[in-house]
């Protein structure tokens, strides 16, 4: 079984401050992690995806993950805050193969203030 | 990129009639769609896992009679809920997947039956 725990469900910083935004994982196998984002009345965008190789993942609008084995946690960070990232983050977790289901940690409202 | 239509993107129905929502992967086929529910500002919860031209798989405690979930072909599934009632009312979200690919989403339908 798979699960996902987001550190904070609600994490506000200033336009211009390093955005962290924490995850952790459980799983019994090498897991698959994604970060998406999601807009008020919107779906899922995927942000970064990690599967196999290089620990550290680049994903879109500056957005960036590390895989740590040894923490269990897939941490986004950005250096720099946009008032356009206040949106809601999910992490998600699966185990990969042909029919695998994502787990969804609860998400994390991120907001930005001027 | 991969893009999947949702629609409606809202609707508004009367308690007791069905409603049908649509999930069309545009530009590529998809082998696998996904069902999600989601309630105001709570993580994204699997409804069901449907493969073209099979029955769909349900998550446990999912009403296969009230939530019907048709993938007649590679490029559309459709969820209808039917008979609805007020506490279906809910955001419900569809995404799709292709072979050896990763999940794209589509934008929601909002569900309020009144």
């Known amino acids: 079984a798979q699960s996902v725990t987001q550190l904070g469900s609600h994490v506000s910083v200033s336009e211009g401050a390093l955005v962290l935004l924490r995850c952790n994982y459980s799983s019994s196998v090498p897991p698959y992690l994604f970060w998406y984002v999601q807009y008020p009345n919107q779906g899922l965008q995927l942000l970064l995806k990690?599967?196999?190789?290089?620990?550290l993942v680049k994903g879109i609008n500056g957005f960036e993950a590390e895989f740590k084995k040894s923490e269990t946690s897939f941490h986004l960070t950005k250096p720099s805050a946009h008032m356009s990232d206040a949106a809601e983050y999910f992490c998600a977790v699966t185990r990969g193969g042909s029919n695998y289901k994502l787990t969804f940690g609860k998400g994390t409202l991120l907001t930005v203030n001027p | 990129g991969a893009v999947v239509s949702q629609h409606p993107s809202w609707v508004i129905c009367k308690s007791g009639t069905s409603v049908k929502i649509e999930c069309r992967s545009l530009d590529f086929q998809a082998t696998t769609m996904f069902w999600y529910r989601q309630f105001p500002k709570q993580s994204l919860m699997l409804m069901a896992t449907?493969?073209?031209?099979?029955?769909?798989?349900?998550e446990q405690g999912v009403e296969k009679d009230k939530f019907l979930i048709n993938h007649a072909s590679l490029t559309l599934s459709t969820l209808t809920v039917t008979s609805a009632h007020p506490e279906d009312s809910s955001f419900y979200i569809c995404s799709a997947r292709a072979i050896e690919g990763f999940d794209t989403f589509g934008s929601g339908t909002r569900l309020t039956v009144v």
């Open positions: 990690y599967t196999t190789g290089a620990t």
């Open positions: 449907s493969n073209e031209g099979s029955k769909a798989t349900y």
